[in-house]
């Protein structure tokens, strides 16, 4: 089965930091893109952050530029997201996902583009 394991939420202070995880199983991680996206309570899902499968290439949503970090690690099958800086409107529910589609500047923060989706991590900022 196709597993993506979001972890690594949790309750914060602003300015504080945060890393999230996303443990993938059941299909071929190094050949998939991985991204992160968060949904905030009344709000669409939006995405965060992206990894590409190849040169490891990562685009950022310009909210997080400079304050967020996105890694991977194919040989634990894992994609990390180091949040720093962290603000209120930060505050969501972050999901990982992955498609093995090159996704490239355009689309990768298109919901459409990934089909595995984890189940997400709660992350809340407190001001």
Known sequence: DVQ???SGGGLVQAGGSLRLSCAASGFSFDDHHIGWFRQAPGKEREGVSCISSDDGT???AD????????????AKNTVYLQMNSLK???????YCAGTPRVVGTYYWASEREYDYWGQGTLVTVSS
Request: charged share 20%; net charge positive; glycine share 4%.
């Open 4 to 6: 993506l394991q979001a």
């Open 58 to 60: 990562t685009y950022y």
């Open 63 to 74: 909210s997080v530029k400079g304050r967020f970090t996105i890694s991977r690690d194919n």
């Open 88 to 94: 209120p409107a930060d505050t969501a529910v972050y």
